[in-house]
């Protein structure tokens, strides 16, 4: 009899152990794909709203004469932490691959989006523009960065401009303190001076984060987004 309640107990344990692996693992793969997908989504409808709000610039007559010497214009003031300030796309990862980039790089902001590294450049600007992402969960945005390859194009939007990068090496496998490939000039990606530079980042490997995997881009293309959408978006 004793023998009979400790094997019932035990199955008890075993199916309520299962039970809980099911329901983590649906959490993992399933629920925290859609709670990312439901914030990324706030944040580009968020953006699109800000963007559209934007006084227009008013236009000078073609007539008018040229105008005087001014001051230099003020810095951009420094990106808010947590709030987004553009849009990603990464055509090699799907046709429909379409990002915010937040600010920060903290465990929280990444469950909304990707995250642009406190301190780095802005995008288009001199230095490095560095972003981190998940490989898995939230989303999974970049399940398949092994894919990237010399060429692709990276392309950003911050509701004014588009820049086109394109990746120069990747992927480059290196570990978790190796903090220089996000530097202005970005250890180990060939580049030997100061440019325009894009980094991504994120876990390796797929299950993991015991290593990052990166890839570096160059700025090869502006535009304003009154021009349309650039052609790396549509070829």
């Known amino acids: 009899m004793a023998l009979r ?27 925290t794909g859609v709670r990312a997908d439901t914030a990324a989504a706030g944040q580009l409808a968020g953006l699109q709203r800000e963007w559209a709000a934007r006084p227009v610039e008013p236009t000078t007559p073609s007539d008018a004469p040229p105008p005087g010497p001014s001051a230099p214009a003020p810095a951009p003031a420094p990106y808010a932490d947590g709030r987004a300030l553009a849009v990603m796309y990464v055509p090699r990862l799907g046709e429909d691959w379409e990002w915010p980039v937040l600010e920060g790089t903290r465990t929280s902001t990444l469950k909304k989006g990707l995250g642009h ?11 490095n523009f560095a972003v981190a992402g998940h490989r898995r969960t939230y989303g999974d945005p970049f399940k398949d960065f092994p894919r990237l390859r010399r060429g692709d194009a990276v392309v950003l939007t911050d509701g004014t401009t588009w820049y086109t990068y394109r990746i120069v090496r990747a992927p480059h496998r290196t570990v978790p303190t190796d903090t220089g490939v996000v ?17 991504l980042t994120t876990c390796d490997p797929e299950w993991g984060s015991s290593h990052r995997l990166i890839a570096w881009a160059h700025l090869d293309a502006t535009q304003p987004v009154t021009a349309g959408r650039p ?4 070829s």
């Open 231 to 234: 052609q790396a978006l549509d």
């Open 5 to 31: 309640l400790v094997v019932r107990s035990l199955s008890e344990l075993c199916l309520t152990t299962g039970a809980l692996i099911v329901l983590f693992v649906v959490y993992v793969l399933y629920w």
């Open 183 to 199: 530097a202005p000039v970005p250890r180990g990606s060939g580049f030997t001076g100061p440019g325009r530079y894009l980094t």
């Open 117 to 127: 590294y406190a301190g780095s450049a802005r995008p288009g600007g001199t230095g």
